[in-house]
């Protein structure tokens, strides 16, 4: 058995897309995980890989993915290499005010997203010995002011991979995460489009509590969007180690992609609470002090 098909979840854009091409590029056979298939075939990143129906809060679209992964390796005579969990969704906003529906539906497609997925391709990556690779962020390691729910369901996913580390070492399965800093992808703008409409899911005394302007904070949110874009790093940087969880002799457990996320891990490690927390706080600028 050829051991060369990876499964990408997210597929249809940013760091998703990004790895599919590159894969794909390389010869593996990759079957990109999508919620809208027909919109991905028309697009280029998506030509080489076989599109597959993937909502990853969408219990019968993973079983159905399953089946048509399994039927083509069979085919094929291949075995599932890896899969690497890319799906996401971001809200901003104060944890004490953004709706509950958001914070849920961010631990749907981050954590639960994740587990789903994850468990239900295992058998196939048993057979195969194949690799997980699940892309969290610094957000997985450290909190910032106004993404905390973002960060709830990152830190969600670090320890379910380490668990998966530990549990799965009898079979030689290895588990990776990949932590990058900012990277130059759709995402930011579906996060700054999600806080703009904050105020049509709260009360006008929850957002004055924490925007006594509303329209003073959404400006200083935009600019901040983007400043912090014009530092991304490009998806390439973030696909190579990627690349490397799934391919290396010896993958590391963890990969802080940029040196952003560098800096960001160090004065984590090295400074108190408190004084990491001026740093956390300087990062979203738009609460009042
Ligand atoms: N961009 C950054 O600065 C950055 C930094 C650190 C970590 N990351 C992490 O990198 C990973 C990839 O993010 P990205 O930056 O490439 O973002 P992106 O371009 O917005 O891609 C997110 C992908 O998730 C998909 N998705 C959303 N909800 C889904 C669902 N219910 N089921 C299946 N797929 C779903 C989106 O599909 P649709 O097109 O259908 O919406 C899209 O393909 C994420 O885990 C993110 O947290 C990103």
Redesign the pocket.
């Known amino acids: 058995m050829k051991k060369n098909a990876i499964l990408i ?9 990004g790895t599919a091409k590159a894969l794909a590029e390389q010869g593996f056979r990759v079957f990109a ?4 298939p027909q919109k991905a075939i028309s697009s280029d990143a998506l030509i080489n890989p076989i599109p597959v129906k ?4 969408d219990t019968l679209d993973i079983t159905r993915a399953v089946e048509q992964v399994s039927t083509i390796l069979q085919e094929e005579k291949l075995g599932l290499a890896g899969i690497v969990n ?5 809200y901003q906003g104060p944890v004490e005010i953004l709706p509950i529906k958001f914070m849920r539906h961010e631990m749907e ?2 954590y639960f ?1 994740t587990v789903m997925v994850t468990k239900a391709f295992l058998p196939l990556l048993r057979e195969s010995v194949g690799r997980i690779v699940n ?5 997985g390691f450290c909190v910032f002011n106004s993404i905390g729910s973002s960060c709830a369901a ?1 830190y969600a996913v670090e320890a379910f991979s380490d668990a998966l580390r530990l549990e799965l070492k009898p079979w030689g399965i290895h588990v990776s995460i990949i932590e ?4 130059a ?4 703008k ?1 996060s700054l489009r999600a806080f703009e409409e904050l105020p049509n899911h709260v009360t006008q005394d929850q957002i004055r509590l924490y925007y006594p302007s509303w329209k003073k904070s959404l400006q200083i949110a935009i600019k901040d969007e983007a400043e912090h874009y014009k530092k ?1 790093m490009p ?1 390439e940087i ?1 696909v190579r180690d990627i690349i490397h969880a799934l391919t290396a002799p010896k993958p590391k457990t963890r990969y802080l992609v940029g040196r952003f996320a560098k800096t960001v891990a160090f004065f984590k490690w090295l400074l108190p609470d408190r004084y990491f927390d001026h740093f956390a706080m300087a990062e979203f600028k738009e609460q009042p002090d």
């Open positions: 979840t997210g597929a249809s854009s940013g760091i998703g897309a995980g999508v919620r809208n993937l909502d990853v809060t890319c799906a996401t969704t971001e497609v981050n997203g892309i969290t962020s610094i957000n990152k990058p800093g900012g990277v992808t759709p995402l930011w579906k991304t998806v973030v």
